[in-house]
DNA sequence: CGCCTTATTGCAAATCTTTGCAACAAGAAA
DNA sequence: TTTCTTGTTGCAAAGATTTGCAATAAGGCG
């Protein structure tokens, strides 16, 4: 997990304010491998501070995101949230064991001229999850 | 919308059984510029079969997925369900102009190649939905 | 440090989505 | 057409996610 002052000064940056449910829900990501569900999320959170009301989980969740500091994508019908880190990427998940393997932005750099080329469409690519089989399932 | 019989036998063809509940949920979208979201399939198929359970257009449009007649698409945290046509495409989306535009599959399978080459994983890519800005929107 | 503004929270209720189960009905076979 | 098997549906209840509103508290300012 970065620095809480960090962290804080980004919330602050946004207009927000750096609360101890936002604070712990960070935390919660980053104790979960950096992405889970909201209620993996929720279920962390409130083994260790009950107060915390599972809406408010949900809103921090939103909040975070619209501020940055989290990037939602979509796995499978499922949401999951990640903490963003210092550099873009994307994610090959595996439909066999379920891994989830990031790769760098510029790994689709060659989909978005493409697309710009031949649609003149700009593509936004964030945090796109792939779903496929990786080597060692493919056996 | 396609032909009703060959809906039946496809449906069949899964060891599903066509029901009014299942072609009434295909009409629905079809009607619905043939994508929409459950709600609104949902709301359609109430305002003429008011009998259809809500439970019923969830767990149909589920089906028809597995099915492969319909395809899921998820833009900006809402899935909408695609009828599944001829040949098989992904969708630019235009965060200016809400614009969706359908791309031939073969497009991004420069992209897969790359995948398959630089990681060992076999992408399947299903109704991506890439959101950007389109030419006009450009300026 | 204490006050003030207003973003944020908790709670409860509204929505959206899924699930268990008994009754129903599609379609194959007689 | 009637019967039979079993995939589907409706209902109700559970679970997931969002929203309105009054109370709370973060952080800027004096």
């Given at each position: 997990m970065d620095d809480y002052q960090e962290l804080a000064r980004r919330v602050r940056a946004q207009g927000g304010r750096m609360t101890p449910q936002r604070q712990i829900v960070l935390e919660a990501i980053s104790a979960l491998d950096g992405h889970a569900s909201a209620n993996e999320i929720y279920e962390w959170v409130a083994a260790r501070?009950?107060?915390?009301n599972r809406a408010t989980v949900y809103r921090v969740l939103r909040f975070l995101c619209e501020a940055n500091l989290v990037a939602p994508f979509a796995t499978d019908g499922v949401m999951l949230y990640e903490l963003v880190g210092a550099r873009p990427h994307h994610h090959l998940v595996?439909?066999?064991?379920?891994h989830v393997e990031p790769i760098p932005a510029q790994a689709l750099d060659v989909l978005v001229t493409a697309l710009c080329r031949e649609h003149g469409f700009q593509a936004e690519l964030r945090h796109l999850a792939i779903t496929g089989l990786c080597r060692e399932c493919r056996q």
């Open positions: 501070a009950p107060a915390v595996c439909r066999g064991c379920g």
